[in-house]
């Protein structure tokens, strides 16, 4: 199995999946008590999307680590030239993964790596479960704040984007991608979580993990 990442998923549920429309609908009225304990308005999922619901992602949970730690190590040292890692190594367990995720800054070091929610409301902090309110995952990110974490890596990762934000060699990329070259895990990762991020504020979905 591998990591599911949808947007626009009580769209998506309401007419296929009325079981799995309702379990979402309560977990974003979970959701929406954090929120609001926080000091934040309602997420308003919508039911109804001009659009078809997004439906990427499908590779190993392990593969968001590879992106996290080459985060981890652009904001630890902005000197920091990306060398390819050894392949034995589990970015995972990377110390400076450790250290920069325990200062709570980043909406994609921050989060569960097989569920949970973003949502597509501009946090100041990353919001933890308690235990009267419970969500899947624990923790609820802000699209805004994991959009915001790609670009800042973008360029060192080799991702070109234009004024308007768009990926401008895609082409190339995705060749990497498929030839496995240099950090072609976290090129197909990075990839995937900006369209998804971006769908998600344009539409006002929330990502979903799963």
Not at 9 to 23: C, K, S
Not at 45 to 51: A, F, I, R, S, T
Request: proline residues 5%; aromatic residues 14%; glycine residues 6%.
């Amino acid at each position: 199995m591998g990591l599911s990442i949808t947007s626009g998923i009580l769209a998506d549920f309401i007419n296929n999946e009325p079981e799995g429309y309702e379990a979402y609908k309560a977990e974003f009225d979970q959701v929406n008590k954090l929120l609001e304990l926080n000091g934040y308005k309602p997420h308003l999922e919508p039911n109804e999307l001009g659009v078809d619901p997004l439906h990427v992602g499908g590779f190993p949970y392990s593969f968001l680590h590879y992106l996290r730690r080459f985060f981890a190590y652009h904001m630890n040292d902005e000197n920091w030239t990306p060398i390819p890692f050894d392949e034995n190594l589990d970015p995972a367990a990377d110390t400076i993964v450790e250290e920069e995720s325990s200062m709570f800054y980043s909406h994609l070091l921050v989060h569960s790596d097989c569920a949970g929610y973003y949502i597509p409301i501009d946090l100041e902090d990353i919001i933890f479960d308690t235990d009267e309110y419970p969500v899947t995952g624990a923790m609820i990110g802000s699209s805004y704040g994991l959009l915001t974490d790609l670009k800042s890596v973008a360029k060192k990762l080799g991702v070109e984007l234009n004024e308007n934000l768009e990926v401008q060699n895609k082409e190339t990329l995705y060749k990497t991608i498929d030839n496995q070259g240099d950090f072609w895990i976290e090129k197909i990762v990075w990839l995937t979580l900006y369209e998804a991020a971006n769908y998600s504020i344009k539409n006002k979905t929330a990502i979903v993990f799963n």
